[in-house]
């Protein structure tokens, strides 16, 4: 038996700033779709929070440089 254990999906939250439209959400949600790992992203503009699902934990600069690709500002994970 392996001691190695299965994690599933990933579901992390960032703060994005700038977001004012749908086509914000688009966007940020084009970007951060094309990171290795992603499954699926959700941007609300009214609130800045976007919410990715990943294969695995996804490093922060790599979402940083797809939300700067995008024309927004990467606010961190939120709390």
């Known amino acids: ?3 190695e254990s299965t994690t599933g999906p990933v ?3 960032y703060r994005v700033k700038g977001m004012t439209c749908g086509h914000c959400e688009g966007a ?3 970007e951060i779709s094309a990171v290795e790992g ?5 941007a609300v503009a009214t609130t ?5 699902v990943s ?3 996804l490093a922060d600069e790599a979402v940083r ?7 927004y ?3 961190g994970p939120a709390s």
């Open 38 to 42: 992603v499954a699926s992203v959700r």
């Open 55 to 57: 294969a695995a934990p």
């Open 73 to 75: 500002e990467f606010a």
């Open 28 to 30: 940020v949600t084009e």
């Open 1 to 3: 038996m392996s001691t």
């Open 65 to 71: 440089a797809a939300v700067d690709e995008a024309g």
């Open 48 to 52: 800045g929070l976007v919410t990715v």
């Open 11 to 13: 579901t992390a939250t």
